[in-house]
């Protein structure tokens, strides 16, 4: 998840900077060189952003999960003979 999110952010970027560029008409070579910049530096975000997420969730379902166990009564101990 956390790549594809990367990846995401990173073409968002790159396509921003370069339609900036187009309809300022700013030369290709600065704004190729511009969008690849913020191409790297909104991948990384993307990608620390999208780990830094999926270990929040994968802690709140697994807390989630232990209070639910710990609140379920347990059956061998009720039985009585």
């Not at 309809?23 to 999208?50: D, H, K, P, Q």
């Not at 997420?53 to 059956?75: C, G, K, M, T, W």
């Amino acid at each position: 998840m956390a790549r594809q999110y990367a990846a995401i952010m990173a073409s968002l970027g790159m396509t921003l900077v370069l339609m900036r560029a187009l309809r300022n008409g700013g030369a290709f070579e600065a704004a190729v060189v511009s969008a690849m910049v913020w191409m790297a530096t909104l991948g990384a975000i993307g990608y620390v952003a999208a780990t830094i997420a999926r270990s929040v969730i994968d802690e709140s379902v697994r807390q989630r999960l232990e209070d639910e166990l710990a609140n379920q009564p347990n059956p061998i101990s009720n039985t009585t003979t």
